[in-house]
């Protein structure tokens, strides 16, 4: 069964930035990935997704601060966040479908 390491975490100023990388342990080329976070205290909320095409979605709540894309050669989803607030604090998880996720990275926008 294929699995999901998410990494790239950190703890930045608010107006920094960071990328988030989430590698499958095979390829996931036929696979639409997703990012969640849960925020301290918070329900898991949904992010972004990238469908197999390229196609992108994201929770208009994020207003373009976050970016989502795909290397099928290296079987990684990147999410690259920019404009960092100190309410984007929180667990990041990539996951596809329902049931497969991966086990979550913390970021933390403190100054």
């Known amino acids: 069964q294929v699995q999901l390491v998410e990494s790239g975490g950190g703890s930045v100023p608010p107006g920094g930035s960071l990328r988030l990388s989430c590698t499958a342990s095979e390829s996931i080329s036929s696979y639409a990935i997703n990012w969640y976070r849960r925020p301290p205290g918070d329900i898991r909320r949904w992010l972004s997704s990238?469908?197999?095409?390229?196609?992108?979605e994201y929770n208009p709540s994020l207003k373009g601060r976050f970016t989502i894309s795909r290397d099928n050669a290296k079987n990684t989803v990147y999410l690259q966040m920019n404009s960092l607030e100190p309410e984007d604090t929180a667990v990041y998880y990539c996951s596809s479908g329902s049931e497969l996720w991966g086990r979550g990275t913390q970021v933390t926008v403190s100054s």
């Open positions: 990238i469908l197999t095409n390229g196609a992108t």
